[in-house]
């Protein structure tokens, strides 16, 4: 694909012109010319009909990718996060208590297989009762 650009010159109302100046920053563009250029291929290959079952899934693929990027870091963070949590509760927990490493074994297996059957959705209330045999 050239990448080399001449200048041209456009005509356009202010009122258009305003709109690119409001939304060129919004589509993370760093110039407006760049703004009108994406804008000029979205609507040529929207225009482009014979060439739409290509120019779509490209693009919707691109706009995906986007998307999915930015959700995998947030939860990539949320999940280091969680896991700092985790950790600093186990080490004061280990601390804190006198529990033999059979008995880490079978609450590793019991938790497991809750684990599993809740598909992660583990309830406090629900395993304080179990733990006090409170039913």
């Not at 305003?18 to 009108?36: F, G, L, M, P, T």
């Not at 079952?53 to 691109?62: F, G, H, I, K, Q």
């Not at 990718?65 to 896991?83: C, M, T």
């Not at 079978?106 to 992660?120: P, Q």
């Given at each position: 694909?050239?990448?080399?650009?001449?200048?041209?010159?456009?005509?356009?109302?202010?009122?258009?012109?305003?709109?690119?100046?409001?939304?060129?920053?919004?589509?993370?563009?760093?110039?407006?010319?760049?703004?009108?250029?994406?804008?000029?291929?979205?609507?040529?290959?929207?225009?482009?009909?014979?060439?739409?079952?290509?120019?779509?899934?490209?693009?919707?693929?691109?706009?995906?990718?986007?998307?999915?990027?930015?959700?995998?870091?947030?939860?990539?963070?949320?999940?280091?996060?969680?896991?700092?949590?985790?950790?600093?509760?186990?080490?004061?927990?280990?601390?804190g208590f006198n529990v033999d490493l059979d008995t880490l074994k079978k609450v590793r297996?019991?938790?497991?297989?809750?684990?599993?059957?809740?598909?992660?959705?583990?309830?406090?209330?629900?395993?304080?009762?179990?733990?006090?045999?409170?039913?």
């Amino acid at each position: 694909m050239n990448k080399n650009k001449d200048r041209h010159t456009i005509w356009l109302t202010d009122e258009t012109w305003n709109v690119v100046k409001e939304h060129y920053r919004k589509d993370n563009c760093s110039a407006q010319n760049e703004y009108i250029e994406k804008a000029i291929q979205f609507y040529s290959g929207y225009l482009d009909a014979e060439q739409a079952d290509s120019y779509l899934p490209r693009v919707l693929a691109e706009l995906l990718e986007g998307k999915l990027d930015a959700l995998g870091g947030r939860i990539g963070k949320i999940l280091f996060k969680l896991s700092v949590e985790e950790a600093i509760m186990a080490q004061i927990v280990a601390y804190g208590f006198n529990v033999d490493l059979d008995t880490l074994k079978k609450v590793r297996v019991n938790c497991i297989k809750d684990i599993k059957e809740t598909n992660g959705e583990v309830d406090f209330e629900d395993t304080y009762k179990y733990q006090k045999r409170l039913d």
